[in-house]
Nanobody, 117 residues
Framework: QVQLVESGGGLVQAGGSLRLSCAASGIVFSTNKMGWYRQAPGKQREMVAT???????KYAESVKGRFTISRDNAKNMVYLQMNSLKPEDTAVYYC???????????WGQGTQVTVSS
């Protein structure tokens, strides 16, 4: 059974930092592109950052230079280091695993990030 379990969300002041973690099980981690997405109230879910099995990364323009995605293939973990947080970063953050060949995607349950001004 595929499981993606996020952790590390919380309440932080503007300018602060948080590190999100996602533990994956039930998948062959190395064959999946991993990503973080977020959804704010009343808005569509949007891509924040992705990382391929080879380590190639992609970021939303709004987080470039502030957020860093990384993965540990040995531990089946993916991380999102978020620095210089802004109130507009407030959202539920979801971990995603997308199989590189089938493009089948899996989602975690989400973790809330709230940035106060």
């Amino acid at each position: 059974q595929v499981q993606l379990v996020e952790s590390g969300g919380g309440l932080v002041q503007a300018g602060g930092s948080l590190r999100l973690s996602c533990a994956a099980s039930g998948i062959v981690f190395s064959t999946n592109k991993m990503g973080w997405y977020r959804q704010a109230p009343g808005k569509q879910r949007e891509m924040v950052a992705t990382v391929t099995s080879r380590g190639s990364t992609k970021y939303a323009e709004s987080v470039k230079g502030r957020f860093t995605i990384s993965r540990d293939n040995a531990k089946n973990m993916v991380y999102l280091q978020m620095n210089s947080l802004k109130p507009e970063d407030t959202a539920v953050y979801y971990c995603n695993a997308e199989h590189q060949l089938t493009r089948i995607g899996r989602w975690g349950q989400g973790t809330q990030v709230t940035v106060s001004s």
